[in-house]
């Protein structure tokens, strides 16, 4: 899948990144590094908005997690097909769910270890709860590629391998953003570095770790 080539992006008039070039092949797992305000965000922004521009489905789990306070986890996570229906079905669903889409969203929850929580409104929860809702959303929606914006940061690292592996299982391809470099080598199957608003590394994971302490240097 051809995404960017020579690319300038950002969202004012200076650039945050530079001539970006990427190109991601089915089955690919792309993680994302650099230091805080490198252009990982705006990076997987520009990836994800041209993946639906190539009619992919895509799912996503942003950083600020995107959902509903007010709502229970069950309903969050039942809001990530929401795009697959007209209005009625959906208002019908957030108020009494069919058997099947239930079933299918307690499903991902149970995935994610949140099937007790799965009633309780996503206001009451904790920061790592409501990131694995966001992710169960995510699952819930499926599709061809996953974008993740740091979408294991606030869980405990056991959790975090844990869930690699539900992402690694649901997902044939996935774009993620990981601030957990042990972590990020042991999901990846290519590493992108930024730095001094370039990407400056593009590479299997199997490098030397200075190539990657280098990306955090100032």
Avoid: C, W
């Amino acid at each position: 899948m051809h995404l960017l080539e020579a690319a300038d992006l950002g969202y004012g008039a200076t650039p945050v990144l530079r001539g970006v070039t990427l190109h991601v092949a089915v089955g690919e797992r792309l993680v994302l590094l650099g230091r805080s305000g490198a252009g990982k965000s705006t990076l997987l922004a520009a990836a994800r908005q041209a993946l639906l521009d190539q009619g992919r489905r895509v799912a996503l789990v942003p950083q600020d997690h995107a959902l509903v306070p007010q709502l229970s986890a069950l309903r969050n996570v039942l809001m990530g097909r929401l795009d697959d229906h007209g209005a009625a079905y959906n208002l019908a669903t957030l108020i009494r769910p069919r058997r099947a889409d239930r079933d299918a969203a307690m499903a991902v929850l149970d995935q994610v270890g949140l099937r007790p929580e799965a009633d309780r409104a996503v206001e009451t929860l904790s920061g790592g709860q409501k990131q694995r809702v966001a992710l169960a959303r995510a699952l819930y929606r499926g599709g061809d590629v996953l974008v993740g914006d740091e979408p294991l940061s606030a869980v405990d690292p056991a959790q975090a391998d844990t869930l690699a592996g539900v992402i690694r299982d649901a997902f044939p391809t996935a774009i993620l953003a990981l601030h957990d470099v042990d972590l990020a080598l042991g999901f990846a199957t290519r590493l992108i570095g930024l730095k001094y608003g370039q990407l400056l590394l593009d590479s299997a994971p199997d490098i030397p770790r200075d190539l990657i302490e280098a990306l955090y240097a100032r």
